[in-house]
């Protein structure tokens, strides 16, 4: 029979506590960022609709579109602020590789933990101004995906080959911080939105 080594068995749960306590915090620092995105991305479809006399629901990709810009404005403003906060707590990306191992797994916990909590509402508001329903779960696929690019960029980080959160698609996260670094971020959503009813979201 083995002995148990019961040092190493708290010394281990203490740390897996410390890592959740983390994220957690991190996550409840930026939720009033968060909030704000939300209801920032809300008033500004509320004023294209109102500018081209649609009611909800009924916004066209192209509306959409043109609200784009005021709309990844202010998601780049918020998110550039909740993106320094995350940065704060997390730190900059390490160089040791096992440490940037756990700063990868870190920042994956969180963007998965503002899945869980953001992504329902993001889908949600969308669907009130696009009534194609897979178009505007599409819309909040691509938003959300932003938000997280201007967090990892924030962190210090656009290499995203070791980020691992389970909702996160690294094609979608790749072509989005591909875009923000070309300028073509605009773009590269209208087009994606143009042919969501196409293609499946990934």
């Known amino acids: 029979m083995e002995n148990f080594d019961l040092i190493k068995y708290l010394n281990n749960n203490l740390l897996l506590e410390s890592e959740d306590s983390i994220v957690d915090k991190v996550v409840d620092e930026i939720d009033d960022e968060m909030d704000l995105i939300l209801k920032s991305i809300e008033s500004e479809l509320k004023k294209k609709s109102t500018e081209d006399n649609l009611n909800e629901g009924f916004m066209t990709i192209v509306g959409v579109g ?5 709309i990844l404005g202010i998601v780049a403003k918020i998110g550039k602020k909740a993106g320094q ?8 990306k390490p160089t040791d590789k096992d440490e940037v191992d756990k700063w990868f797994n870190r920042l994956s916990k969180i963007a998965d933990e503002l899945h869980h909590l953001y992504m329902v509402p993001l889908e949600s508001l969308m669907s009130k ?3 194609d329903k897979k178009k505007a779960k599409k819309a909040a696929h691509l938003l959300f995906h932003v938000i997280i690019a201007i967090f990892l960029i924030s962190a210090g980080t656009t290499a995203v080959k070791a980020f691992q959160a389970k909702n996160i698609s690294l094609t979608t996260l790749e072509g989005v911080l591909t875009a923000i670094k070309s300028g073509e971020l605009t773009t590269f959503i209208g087009n994606a939105l143009e042919i969501a009813s196409e293609s499946p979201i990934d």
């Not at 043109?66 to 005021?70: C, D, F, G, K």
């Open 66 to 70: 043109l609200a784009l810009p005021a």
């Open 85 to 92: 906060v995350i940065s704060k707590m997390v730190g900059k």
């Open 129 to 131: 101004f696009i009534k």
